[in-house]
């Protein structure tokens, strides 16, 4: 493990969000699915794409909260352009499922 100051941690800007289009990323090496993600007023929309496909469907993707870093640098992943990295922890059998808030949040809202 890396220790990093409370500086260096206060750099990533993390920040929620609410996914208002999702769809299949059959181009992706490994099964994925392309987010627009509204991160409100100040930060627009942003999209992403992410390894979501054991625990997720594009159709219920929509609408739901999610927390992403929207401070790394654009990522080209195969003909689609990353903008944010949208937050996840692994199940048992290393699948990915979302870290989102518990309630609702205002969109954009930066955590700490």
């Known amino acids: 493990m890396v220790e990093l100051s ?35 007023e100040n930060i627009g929309v942003r999209k992403t794409s992410a390894q979501l496909t054991v625990h997720y469907t594009p159709e219920g993707l929509i609408g739901r909260q999610v927390l992403a870093v929207v401070n790394f640098p654009p990522r080209q ?6 903008e ?4 996840g922890l692994p199940d048992e059998n290393g699948a ?11 969109l954009g809202g930066r955590m700490h």
């Open 77 to 82: 992943i195969g003909p689609f352009m990353s």
């Open 96 to 106: 990915v499922v979302l870290a989102v808030p518990d309630q609702t949040t205002p």
């Open 84 to 87: 944010v990295l949208v937050l």
């Open 6 to 40: 409370f500086d260096d941690f206060m750099k990533v800007d993390v920040r929620t969000g609410r996914v208002i289009k999702a769809e299949a990323f059959p181009e992706a090496r490994k099964p994925a699915i392309k987010m627009w993600i509204d991160f409100g």
